[in-house]
């Protein structure tokens, strides 16, 4: 996995040649070894001098398990001091964990309410079903964060469902901002099947709300670009309804990281359809096409381009994907936290 500079020769040639611009004016007899001795040197000395940063990054695997890593490093090599499951997000108030829990979803007594004509609100029933919703926890003062609402008995008040499901997760981040996913599923008394939806929500962290990653602007742009060449995309589509690029509904912001190329972005617009031609993508009665993005939205600039310690580093096989990375400040306070949450005890020392 610690890929070092030496191999790149051309760079590095490069660089010794202008740590030491003397080096061309050897003797003919003599300018082959003193070359390879400068190169040796300009290589020692970008290696010594180059400062190496700290890194949280996380993965997700195809059964969207999360695995936090801990990355030191620098652009001629980096390594993991410590790897656990779950997502890590570290900032300045602290160090956030992301937690699924189990929560009670009310049910409606369909029979009950059947007799009465369904006049009214439907009875609740006695029976509950379970969800799972995310919370966000500090582990260094207990506070809590819930990034997304969960239909719990407090907050749906007419639950006219025999049945009914819902799960949150975070599908990618980019900076403090933790992209989020909800999908609900719920079985309407009376009806012939299951319907469900999905909802999406960025979340900044640092801040500790909700927020609208584009500008009014921006999505201005994206609904004369990228929704019409999602239009032109399914125009001829007969599985779905839509005679216009207003017909398509921008429903997700798809951030993705590329080694060697950093930050992607893609956007997912879906369209009306029947429920057996749905895609079981964003919902029952819907298909989605994806494009990608032809300018980054603003917020996400600052983090377009990979940090240096991630250049070398490959820790991508065919079953995981990286989800997102933030920077770890390097300060002690910090980084004992850091060392804490992953379970090493103390600050481990670099390879």
Known sequence: MNNTGPSRYALLFLSAALLCPGCGSRSPSSQGDSTEADVAVGVALIVANEPTQDVLIWTMDRDDR?????????????????????????????????????????????????????????????ETATGESIVLVNL????????VPSPDAANEEDPAYTDHSFGAGVIA????????????????????????SSQFTVFDV???????????????????????????????????????????????????????????????????????????NWGSYSRSVIVP??????????????????????????????????PISGEGEQIAAIAKAFGVGAQPAAP
């Open 66 to 126: 999360i695995t936090s890593h801990w990355l030191r490093g620098n652009r001629f090599g980096a390594v993991i001091l410590a790897s656990r499951e779950g997502l890590l997000f570290p900032m300045t108030d602290g160090i956030w964990e992301i937690e699924t829990r189990t929560v009670d979803l009310p049910l409606c007594d369909c029979d009950t309410w059947t007799e009465n004509g369904m006049e009214g609100s439907c009875p609740v029933s006695n």
């Open 140 to 147: 260094r003062n207990g506070d809590e964060l819930s990034p």
């Open 173 to 196: 981040s980019v900076g403090p901002y933790l992209f989020i996913r909800s999908v609900k599923e719920v079985l309407a008394c009376g009806a012939a099947h299951n319907s469900w």
């Open 206 to 280: 640092a801040r500790r709300e909700t927020v609208e990653i584009l500008t009014d602007e921006e999505r201005s742009r994206i609904l004369e670009e990228e929704q019409t060449a999602a239009f032109n995309e399914v125009r001829t589509d007969n599985l779905v309804t839509v005679d216009r690029p207003e017909d398509l509904e921008l429903t997700t912001i798809k951030p993705g990281l590329l080694p060697g190329v950093g930050l992607t972005i893609h956007y997912q617009f879906t369209a009306d359809s029947s429920f057996a031609d749905s895609d079981d």
């Open 293 to 326: 993005a032809r300018n980054f939205p603003e917020a996400l600039a600052p983090y377009a381009a990979l940090p240096p310690a991630m250049s070398t580093f490959a820790v991508f096989s065919d079953n995981t994907r990286l989800g997102g990375w933030i």
